[in-house]
């Protein structure tokens, strides 16, 4: 069974920084493609960022292009979210997904994704 587990959100000022981490246990790692998604309250969970499984590739939102970053580690497991400059409106609910995945392809859908954590609260604000 796979499980996914996020870490690392909390409270930030406007400008601020935070580091979501997803630590991934019962499968291949090494074989999904990983993403982010947020969902704010009264709305969509929507694409944040996606890793192809090499890290060769990776594919943004484009608000939140040059101020976040996403990378992996596949001997630790994980993925994460570094994320600089926040705003209010990044304010949501951040969550990780995993899709088993064809040679370099990585995934900016929902129902692309087959295996989901539980959630990380990120808010920002002063």
């Known amino acids: 069974q796979v499980q996914l587990v996020e870490s690392g959100g909390g409270l930030v000022q406007p400008g601020g920084f935070l580091r979501l981490s997803c630590a991934v246990s019962?499968?291949?790692?090494?074989?999904?493609?990983m993403g982010w998604f947020r969902q704010a309250p009264g709305k969509e969970r929507d694409f944040v960022a996606a890793?192809?499984?090499?890290?060769?590739?990776?594919y943004y939102t484009d608000s939140v292009k040059g101020r976040f970053t996403i990378s992996r580690d596949n001997a630790k497991n994980t993925v994460y979210l570094q994320m600089n400059s926040l705003k209010p409106e990044d304010t949501a609910v951040y969550y990780c997904?995993?899709?088993?995945?064809?040679?370099?392809?990585?995934?900016?859908?929902?129902?692309?994704?087959?295996?989901w954590g539980q959630g990380t609260q990120v808010t920002v604000s002063s």
């Open positions: 019962g499968g291949t790692f090494s074989s999904y493609a």
């Open positions: 997904a995993a899709a088993r995945a064809y040679v370099n392809a990585l995934y900016v859908r929902r129902d692309d994704y087959e295996y």
């Open positions: 890793i192809n499984w090499s890290s060769s590739r990776t």
